[in-house]
Nanobody, 120 residues
Framework: QVQLVESGGGLVPPGGSLRLSCKARGSIFMIYAMGWYRQAPGKQRELVACITSGGTTNYTDSVKGRFTITGDDAKNTVYLQMNSLKPEDTAVYYC??????????????WGQGTQVTVSS
């Protein structure tokens, strides 16, 4: 059974930084893509950033130049470095991975979510 475990959320003032981590636990054959989504109150969940196994990244326009997604295949972990945070970045952040487990079954997995609050 594969589980994604997130950490790193919290309360930070505007202009501050946070680093989110998400580790996949269990018997994993291969990770194909990793990403971070967020959902603010009353809004739909949106893609923030993603990275493929080949290292290609993609960001939503509102975080370009401020957020950086990186992946560590050896640790089955994805990170989201968030700098110059704004109040509008406040949301629950969810990690997502497309991976094959030890049975070679490809599926989509989600973390439990971590709250990021940007406020003075």
């Amino acid at each position: 059974q594969v589980q994604l475990v997130e950490s790193g959320g919290g309360l930070v003032p505007p202009g501050g930084s946070l680093r989110l981590s998400c580790k996949a636990r269990g018997s994993i054959f291969m990770i194909y893509a990793m990403g971070w989504y967020r959902q603010a109150p009353g809004k739909q969940r949106e893609l923030v950033a993603c990275i493929t196994s080949g290292g290609t990244t993609n960001y939503t326009d509102s975080v370009k130049g401020r957020f950086t997604i990186t992946g560590d295949d050896a640790k089955n972990t994805v990170y989201l470095q968030m700098n110059s945070l704004k109040p509008e970045d406040t949301a629950v952040y969810y990690c997502n991975m497309a991976l094959k487990d030890e049975t070679y079954f490809l599926d989509d997995y989600w973390g439990q979510g971590t709250q990021v609050t940007v406020s003075s």
